[in-house]
Nanobody, 127 residues
Framework: QLQLVESGGGLVQPGGSLRLSCAAS????????IGWFRQAPGKEREGVSC????????NYEASVKGRFTISRDNAKKSVYLQMNSLKPEDTAVYYC????????????????????WGQGTQVTVSS
């Protein structure tokens, strides 16, 4: 079965850290750019970060720049989102998505026609 599986979410105090993982099952991630998205209760899904297929290009939304770091290990078919200095407003379900884009491009635009989406992992930042 071809799918993406997110993991690493949980409950963390403000200022804490979490590392999310997005693992591919049934296919190789080598040709896919990956985007991370999140959706808070009552809000629309929004882009967080993205990374090109070989990791040469990354992008971050303003609200997470300097706090989140995206990386990938194609040999392990995985992409990671290191989240530091977490804030209560980071609370959301986090999703990853995979799509084929030019080698030095990626997208964290929800309107992009990604090929695969994960099921999401809950991140809760609360004291």
């Amino acid at each position: 079965q071809l799918q993406l599986v997110e993991s690493g979410g949980g409950l963390v105090q403000p200022g804490g850290s979490l590392r999310l993982s997005c693992a591919a099952s049934g296919f190789s991630l080598d040709s896919y750019a990956i985007g991370w998205f999140r959706q808070a209760p009552g809000k629309e899904r929004e882009g967080v970060s993205c990374i090109s297929s070989r990791g040469a290009y990354t992008n971050y939304e303003a609200s997470v720049k300097g706090r989140f770091t995206i990386s990938r290990d194609n040999a392990k078919k995985s992409v990671y989102l290191q989240m530091n200095s977490l804030k209560p407003e980071d609370t959301a379900v986090y999703y990853c998505a995979a799509g084929i884009l030019p080698e030095y491009d990626c997208s964290d635009d929800v309107s992009t026609p990604f090929d695969y989406w994960g099921q999401g992992t809950q991140v809760t930042v609360s004291s």
